[in-house]
């Protein structure tokens, strides 16, 4: 997608106020997701000039809003996108992956590899919606929209 660095997000935030208590390998999929995403990637919001861009993730009403601002804080815009179409997709991720992190205690290596691959799957599933509802919204890579789809996931988790 070119060496443009001014489509990029340069910091992020998840609105918190509705999450949970997560568990420890939630908490790690967070950091990860956020580190990794901030190291690299390519958000590139439909007739923006450029950024890079401060990207505050929320969910409101059951829509998923990419609250777009520069990184001085001034609004660039905001995405709304309904949560409905991501619902099944989050809840297997989310049973996948605890099925993964409770056999890495105690099950053979062929079974993590299994859930493993597996969770890739529907993670790779996840993060292909992303991409189809922002289009025509904002064009990513694919390790971005990997990552921002773990930021959902996370989102996602509320009482």
């Known amino acids: 997608m070119g060496e443009d660095h001014s489509y990029r997000i340069s910091a992020i935030e998840l609105d918190e106020r509705t999450v ?3 568990t420890r390998q939630i908490e790690q999929e967070r950091e990860i997701a ?25 969910i409101e009403e059951s829509r998923l809003v990419f609250d777009i601002r520069l990184q001085n804080d001034t609004p660039h815009g905001r995405i709304l996108l309904s949560m ?10 989310f049973m996948i992956c605890e099925s993964y992190f409770k056999a890495i205690r105690d099950a053979p290596p062929s ?26 919204k904002v064009t990513l890579d694919t390790d ?16």
Do not use: W
Request: net charge positive; hydrophobic share 35%.
């Open 111 to 136: 079974q993590i590899e299994t859930l493993d691959m597996s969770r890739r799957g529907v993670h790779d599933e996840g993060s292909k919606l992303l991409v189809e509802r922002l289009q025509g």
């Open 20 to 22: 949970v208590r997560r």
């Open 34 to 58: 956020i580190y990794d995403l901030l190291e690299e990637n390519h958000f590139q919001p439909s007739g923006s000039p450029g950024g890079p861009y401060k990207l505050i993730l929320s």
């Open 144 to 159: 971005t929209a990997r990552r921002l789809f773990t930021l959902i996931c996370v989102l996602h988790l509320k009482g």
């Open 84 to 93: 409905t179409p991501f619902r099944r997709v989050v809840k297997d991720y």
